[in-house]
C-alpha cells in the first residue's frame, strides 16, 4: 500500500509540473539542475552495472549497497528534476532541428518507462530487503533493464535538448 501511494503521489506532482511554473532568480541559470541530473542519471546507470557485477559475482553485501546508492541518486534525480521544470519550464526539441525524430521517440520511451518504474524498483527493492529472493531476482529481471534504460536515455535526452536552452 505505501509502495502504491508513494508512486502515485510522485507520479502526480511529476504531471503537475507541466502547470507549475515558479519565476524566480537564483542568481544563476536554473538549466544547471538539468545538467546535474545528467550526471546523477549516468551514475545511476553505472551503478546498476556495478550492482548486477556484484550480484553475479556472488556478493551480495556489495550488490545491496550499490542498489541503495542507486534509489538514492535517483532520489536526488527527482529533487532536481522538480527543480528545473518548475523554475525552467518545458523546453521543445525545434520541428526543423536535425534527429527530431529520433529524439521524440527517445524523449517518448524514456516518458514511459521512467511513469512507470518507480514501484517496480520499490517492490524489487523490499522483496531483497525482507529477503524473499526468488521474489526479488524474478522482479529485478525486469526491472533492471527498464531502470537502466530509463537512467541512460535520461541522459541522451539531456544532451540533445540542451543546445536548445534560452
Do not use: Q
Amino acid at each position: 500500500m505505501l509502495i502504491g501511494s508513494v508512486s502515485v503521489v510522485i507520479f502526480l506532482a511529476v504531471v503537475m509540473l507541466k502547470y507549475i511554473h515558479i519565476e524566480v532568480d537564483l542568481g544563476f541559470n536554473v538549466h544547471l539542475f538539468a545538467t546535474v541530473n545528467a550526471v546523477v542519471n549516468a551514475c545511476v546507470a553505472v551503478t546498476l552495472v556495478l550492482a548486477l557485477i556484484a550480484v553475479r559475482l556472488r556478493n551480495f553485501v556489495l550488490h545491496k549497497k550499490l542498489m541503495m546508492l542507486a534509489i538514492l541518486l535517483s532520489v536526488v534525480f527527482l529533487l532536481f528534476y522538480i527543480a528545473h521544470h518548475a523554475l525552467a519550464g518545458n523546453t521543445v526539441y525545434p520541428a526543423d532541428a536535425p534527429w527530431r525524430s529520433f529524439y521524440l521517440f527517445i524523449l517518448a520511451t524514456h516518458i514511459i518507462l521512467a511513469a512507470i518504474i518507480l514501484p517496480f524498483i520499490l517492490f524489487t527493492a523490499y522483496r531483497g530487503l525482507i529477503s524473499e529472493f526468488p521474489r526479488h531476482k524474478k522482479l529485478a529481471r525486469i526491472t533492471w533493464p527498464i531502470w537502466f534504460y530509463v537512467a541512460v536515455t535520461g541522459v541522451i535526452v539531456y544532451l540533445m535538448i540542451s543546445p536548445f536552452y534560452s
